[in-house]
Nanobody
Framework: QVQLVESGGGLVQAGGSLRLSCAAS????????MNWFRQAPGKEREFVAA????????DYADSVKGRFTISRDNAKNTVYLQMNSLKPEDTAVYYC?????????????????WGKGTLVTVSS
């Protein structure tokens, strides 16, 4: 069982930056690929970024490429999402998710564990 707790959300002006963190329980963190998803008001949840168990591979949604960076610290059982050049359309609840495999996947169906989410609001 893996428990995930997100933090770092908040209110930021357009063009600003935030860094989200997701702390994971469990002793085999490096065996889990980690993802960030988001759900904007009135919309379905969507993939944002993914990182493999050892951090050697990453993947991003086209909408965040060049602005967001996913990283992980396996010694701290933590995954991060650095978000730069934020836009109002980035406003959403951001969810951390863990896959029961070290290889990247980008669909919700491939995730095994979910955090409760952290709200990011970008004002114009």
């Amino acid at each position: 069982q893996v428990q995930l707790v997100e933090s770092g959300g908040g209110l930021v002006q357009a063009g600003g930056s935030l860094r989200l963190s997701c702390a994971a329980s469990g002793r085999t963190f490096r065996s889990n690929a980690m993802n960030w998803f988001r759900q904007a008001p009135g919309k379905e949840r969507e993939f944002v970024a993914a990182i493999s168990g050892w951090g050697s591979n990453t993947d991003y949604a086209d909408s965040v490429k060049g602005r967001f960076t996913i990283s992980r610290d396996n010694a701290k059982n933590t995954v991060y999402l650095q978000m730069n050049s934020l836009k109002p359309e980035d406003t959403a609840v951001y969810y951390c998710a863990a896959r029961g495999h070290y290889l990247i996947a980008t669909t919700e169906e491939d995730m095994n564990y979910w955090g409760k989410g952290t709200l990011v609001t970008v004002s114009s």
